[in-house]
Every structure is written in structure tokens, then in C-alpha cells.
């Protein structure tokens, strides 16, 4: 459900912004707004972006940042 996605794009952002991934935690913040303001095809929208700045964070991590 929306407020579901909303308290979990909040807490992706949180996490990001402390470990330093920015742009992750820029476009979760986006799924954020959009969930908490009911519109889902806005967040679904940003869904590829959120997933591939993750893939990146991941892939620095993996090779030591």
C-alpha cells in the first residue's frame, strides 16, 4: 500500500544519504513524495532510476568505493 511504500522509500533515503549515496537518496525521497501524496504512477515511474543508482552503490561497494 502507498503509506507501506512511503515509510519504506523514507528509510532507503535515511540510509543513503548516511552512507553518502546521494543520488539514491534523491530519487528515494522522490518515491516518497509521490507515495505520500497518492500518486503511484509517479513512484512506479521512478522504480528503473531507484534500481539502477542501487546497482551502482552496490557495484562501488563490491570493488572497494
Known amino acids: 500500500d502507498a503509506e507501506e511504500a512511503r515509510r519504506t522509500a ?10 553518502g549515496a546521494l543520488e ?4 528515494a525521497s522522490a518515491i516518497e ?3 505520500a501524496t497518492g500518486d503511484p504512477g509517479k513512484a512506479a515511474a521512478i522504480g528503473p532510476s531507484l534500481r ?3 546497482a551502482r552503490v552496490r557495484d562501488r561497494i563490491a570493488n572497494g568505493l
Open 52 to 54: 539502477d543508482a542501487f
Open 33 to 35: 513524495v509521490a507515495a
Open 10 to 19: 523514507h528509510s532507503v533515503a535515511g540510509a543513503a544519504r548516511t552512507a
Open 24 to 27: 539514491l537518496a534523491r530519487l
